[in-house]
């Protein structure tokens, strides 16, 4: 099973950026699409962007769309998220989770509701 480590959060004022990480091992990093999921405070999880390098598909929530970018590292199984224009309600603990079957707006909707393959999160806060 993969294991995966997120770091990059922090506190970052409103319009700053941040570049989260996901470090992956136990398995090959590019057979899979990954992606980025957040969840805040009361709120249920929700997919944020992913990423199939089989295909060059890549999917982006509405609320990220022009600000946020995903990115991998093949070589480094590691995937980012460069995360620009951040606004207050980006303030979440932040997932990844590299083992998504495809990429696609309907699959982040399941796929946040797995059970297994979440790494410990990052916690990203913006301060207004």
């Known amino acids: 099973q993969v294991q995966l480590v997120e770091s990059g959060g922090g506190l970052v004022q409103a319009g700053g950026s941040l570049r989260l990480s996901c470090a992956a091992s136990?398995?090959?990093?590019?057979?899979?699409?990954m992606g980025w999921f957040r969840q805040a405070p009361g709120k249920e999880r929700e997919g944020v962007s992913c990423?199939?390098?089989?295909?060059?598909?890549?999917y982006y929530a509405d609320s990220v769309k022009g600000r946020f970018t995903i990115s991998s590292d093949d070589a480094k199984n590691t995937m980012y998220l460069q995360m620009n224009s951040l606004r207050p309600e980006d303030t979440a603990v932040y997932y990844c989770?590299?083992?998504?079957?495809?990429?696609?707006?309907?699959?982040?909707?399941?796929?946040?509701?797995?059970?297994?393959?979440w790494g410990q999160g990052t916690q990203v806060t913006v301060s207004s």
């Open positions: 136990g398995r090959t990093f590019s057979k899979y699409a």
């Open positions: 989770k590299a083992d998504l079957p495809y990429c696609s707006g309907y699959g982040m909707t399941v796929f946040r509701n797995e059970r297994d393959g």
């Open positions: 990423l199939d390098e089989s295909n060059g598909r890549t």
